[in-house]
């Protein structure tokens, strides 16, 4: 274990035990997919300009979990959220709450580049355009989103063309780029990585870290090295088996400071999962 937990870059970031502000919170989070008990009883807070990294097996939950943040969820006829999802105080599960307006405050970024098939300068300016987004100078905006996102010196003198020409790793900043443009509070990554060579894969890395300033990440990833290396804390998550179905109900098992998640888990699941004993 020594190893992930020597690179985890920011061990000296001062951070209390719990997020004391959270932007977000998960209070008794339950989904299910029909009679499918996808995720059980998860509580979770998110802290303001944090990192949280949530890990563990395939089919554990952990993005589920995710799209619920979001609403994403509700784009599944089958699924059905209980509990709550506070985001500044309010329940974003509330029926007065437009799933629309959530996900222009808690942006999201996919695992595979998507970028629609218009120009470099149209994919950033897509989403203020359909959402009404007052904007004074939209060239400015553009410019904005893509030095945010680390890429306007790249992409700079080519806004016309396709962005169907940029790198698999430009791509994904250009969704970074576009996801910033309409100025969300909070931006969920879901293996944002895991599609790119290890050279653009370092360069999201470091673009998250640049982020962390302005916006609060959640990211759920695969590679343990990659929630060591930039999340603030970590968040583990296993699946229990159904003795009877054989289907697996994703469970929150620990959350912490990631340096401890690394260095000294409290529950043996999660060491055995850090130490590569299972999953």
């Given at each position: 274990m020594?190893?992930?937990?020597?690179?985890?870059?920011?061990?000296?970031r001062q951070l209390p035990e719990f997020p004391l502000d959270p932007v977000m919170e998960a209070r008794n989070l339950n989904v299910f997919y029909g009679d499918f008990h996808?995720?059980?009883?998860?509580?979770?807070?998110?802290?303001?300009?944090?990192?949280?990294?949530?890990?563990g097996p395939s089919g554990c939950g952990k993005s589920t979990v995710l799209r619920?943040?979001?609403r994403m969820n509700d784009l599944v006829a089958s699924a059905r959220v209980e509990g709550e999802v506070i985001y500044h105080e309010q329940n974003i599960y509330a029926?007065?709450?437009?799933?629309?307006?959530?996900?222009?405050?808690?942006?999201?970024?996919?695992?595979?580049?998507?970028?629609?098939?218009?120009?470099?300068?149209?994919?950033?300016?897509?989403?203020p355009?359909?959402?009404?987004?007052?904007?004074?100078?939209?060239?400015?905006?553009?410019?904005?989103?893509?030095?945010g996102a680390a890429l306007w010196d790249e992409?700079?003198?080519?806004?016309?063309?396709?962005?169907?020409?940029?790198?698999?790793?430009?791509?994904?900043r250009l969704c970074i780029a576009r996801t910033i443009a309409t100025k969300p509070d909070v931006i969920l990554m879901d293996e944002p990585c895991s599609a790119l060579d290890p050279i653009a894969t370092a360069r999201v890395e470091d673009l998250m870290l640049q982020l962390r300033?302005?916006?609060?990440?959640?990211?759920?990833?695969?590679?343990?090295?990659?929630?060591?290396?930039?999340?603030?804390?970590?968040a583990f998550f296993t699946a229990r088996p159904d003795e009877t179905t054989g289907n697996r109900?994703?469970?929150?098992?620990?959350?912490?400071?990631?340096?401890?998640?690394?260095?000294?888990?409290?529950?043996?699941?999660?060491?055995?999962?850090?130490?590569?004993?299972?999953?």
């Open positions: 020594g190893s992930l937990s020597d690179v985890h870059g920011d061990a000296n996808a995720v059980h009883d998860v509580n979770l807070a998110y802290g303001k300009n944090e990192i949280t990294a949530m890990i619920c943040l979001n029926r007065d709450v437009d799933p629309i307006a959530v996900r222009t405050h808690v942006g999201m970024v996919f695992q595979k580049p998507n970028p629609f098939p218009k120009s470099i300068y149209d994919n950033i300016a897509y989403g355009r359909v959402t009404g987004m007052k904007v004074d100078n939209m060239d400015d905006l553009v410019e904005g989103a893509l030095r992409v700079k003198d080519k806004l016309k063309q396709s962005a169907y020409g940029l790198s698999g790793g430009q791509q994904q300033d302005d916006y609060t990440l959640i990211v759920v990833t695969h590679n343990m090295q990659q929630a060591a290396r930039v999340s603030d804390r970590t109900t994703g469970l929150l098992v620990e959350y912490d400071l990631t340096a401890k998640i690394f260095s000294n888990p409290g529950n043996q699941q999660t060491e055995d999962y850090i130490s590569g004993r299972f999953g």
